[in-house]
């Protein structure tokens, strides 16, 4: 059974710092790529990181490049996405999901889906 469950949400201030959590199970992690998703209330979701199979290679959406660090540990079948320089517009609810092998930011190509954890940035 295929499993994403992600961790490591919660309320921090402007320009502060969290580190999500992906613990994947059922599947071989390295096998396929994995994506870092929001939704914030309101909005549509939206990729925010991907993160493909193999070679690890990543892409960001603009909106978080050179603050986000999406990243993992085959070791530990878990995928992270390290967040730096947090902004009131990066609240949301976080969902990592499970691709095939290449890097994607299309919603539709995901097939499994985390329950989220929510992210709030606030003074």
């Known amino acids: 059974q295929v499993l994403l469950v992600e961790s490591g949400g919660g309320l921090v201030q402007p320009e502060g710092s969290l580190r999500l959590s992906c613990l994947a199970s059922g599947f071989t992690l390295d096998d396929y790529g994995i994506g870092w998703f929001r939704q914030a209330p309101g909005k549509e979701r939206e990729a925010v990181a991907c993160i493909s199979s193999g070679n690890g290679s990543t892409d960001y959406t603009v909106s978080v490049k050179g603050r986000f660090t999406i990243s993992k540990d085959n070791a530990v079948n878990t995928v992270y996405l390290q967040m730096n320089s947090l902004k009131f517009e990066d609240t949301a609810v976080y969902y990592c999901?499970?691709?095939?092998?290449?890097?994607?930011?299309?919603?539709?190509?995901?097939?499994?889906w985390g329950q989220g954890t929510q992210v709030t940035v606030s003074s």
């Open positions: 999901a499970r691709t095939w092998g290449r890097c994607s930011f299309y919603a539709r190509e995901y097939y499994y």
